[in-house]
């Protein structure tokens, strides 16, 4: 009967599987095949500058596009204020023309019948005032009124057109033009003005080009929209439509844009706006979903060349380091012929030889030094051969001359001298 002995791994002790050291040969670089190392290095020499520049590219092209939008926006503004201020001057003309009227003059200087004035569509009232104040044509419940502290009215009766303030009852804004009534070369007499109502200078600010679920909007000096596009936003505050940063901006600066402004039930937008010449900004308003269409474009197109380019610098890598790695291997393959006492491949060494770089000057040394070693091993297999020789021949003689120089075998050769003597005496 046998017993066997049964052994366990000592506590502490680590054991490998299979799985394990193929995972350690994946992850460890320094057991990869000189292949595998070619490849990766040609892999990152390829990809991490042209990542690096790549990311820099987006990020420059990014910046471009954004100044060429928030450009384009600050446009679509600056054309939607200059289309306010052509309407308003075009009022203004009109204005002009009333006051130096023969029949406006002559009323506010010498009183009796009202002129008729020839209302156009887009005038909301039209009102005569004299060098005092008072308003003393226009409609019924104004009649009788002052205007004497208007800004508008201040600068008319000093001999200036003047555009009065955005001006808000109920649901319906206008703009008063004013121009001083005089006969040419004459004093004032009085004011003729025009209000025009925020319809028409709606119509006029549409005149901006606008992008896809872009908004219009004219904005006073208190930050309240006088006129836009939807309804639903007029009336109401930049602040309270969550535009807070667009009201500090228009009131620092007469020009602007923002990048990034919220805008209550319609998201994120950029925000552009230009001042007119009345007391009124032009401002408009983009989805950044839209505004940065060109910019999710352009990183797309980007990032599909790099994995493309990437995809391209990978097989050609792989490729070169298939190439380059061949005739090591090969050389490694000899290398092992040699240890194992073999021959290598003289046809794959020689054709390995013929290149001219230095893995084909390798491979004729190496090519030279197997043949070198291999007459050596031939030469010392001769010699170990006739060495032998004669140690058996040393060998025997020693072992002859043992027996020889030995008693016995002296007391043997006396002995068969004897028998020989003996042999010749019977004869």
Known sequence: MTSEAVTSPAIGSTSSTPSTGLWRRIVDPRRWSLGARLGATLVLAAL????????????????????????????????????????????????????TSPAVVAFLT?????????????????LLAD?????????????????????????????????????????????????????????VVGVAALQVGGDDLLF???QAPL?????????????KVIAARDSRLQGRTLD????????????????GSVARSPLRGRGEQVVAWAGTGGAAAAVVTQPRSAFLAPIDRLSNSITIALIVVGVLAVISALLIARRLSRPIGALTR??????????????????????????????????????????????????????????????????????????????????????????????
Do not use: C, H
């Not at 446009?75 to 201020?85: K, N, Q, S």
């Not at 309270?240 to 600066?253: C, F, N, P, S, Y």
């Open 48 to 99: 991490v500058p042209m990542g690096v520049v790549s990311i820099a590219a987006t990020r420059t092209g990014q910046r471009a596009v954004e100044a060429s939008e928030l450009e384009a926006a600050e446009g679509a503004a600056t054309v939607g204020a200059a289309a306010i201020d052509e309407y308003i001057g075009g009022v203004a003309a009109r204005a002009d023309q009333l006051g």
């Open 334 to 427: 000899a290398a092992r012929a040699v240890e194992d006492g073999g021959a290598p491949d003289a046809d794959e060494l020689d054709r390995i030889g013929r290149s001219g770089d230095d893995v084909g000057r390798l491979a004729r040394v190496f090519s030279r030094m197997a043949a070198q070693v291999a007459a050596r091993e031939r030469k010392l297999k001769e010699q170990v051969r006739s060495l032998k020789v004669e140690i058996d021949q040393e060998r025997r003689r020693k072992e002859v001359a043992e027996v020889t120089d030995s008693d016995f075998f002296r007391d043997l050769e006396g002995r068969a001298a004897e028998m020989r003597r003996r042999a010749k005496g019977d004869e």
């Open 240 to 255: 309270e439509l969550g535009m807070d940063a667009v009201a500090t901006g228009i009131t620092e600066r007469d020009n």
């Open 204 to 206: 006029s600010l549409n």
């Open 211 to 223: 992008g896809p679920g872009g908004q219009a909007l004219l904005v006073d000096d208190d930050g």
């Open 110 to 126: 010498d009183g009796g019948t009202p002129p008729s004035s020839g209302e156009a569509p887009d005038v909301v009232a039209t």
């Open 131 to 187: 060098a005092k104040g008072t308003i003393v044509a226009g409609p019924a419940e104004r009649i009788g009124t002052s205007v004497a502290t208007e800004p508008w009215f201040v600068q008319a009766v000093a001999g200036k057109p003047a555009v009065g303030e955005v001006t808000t009852t109920g649901n319906r804004s206008f703009v008063t033009v004013a121009a001083p009534a005089r006969r040419p070369g004459a004093a």
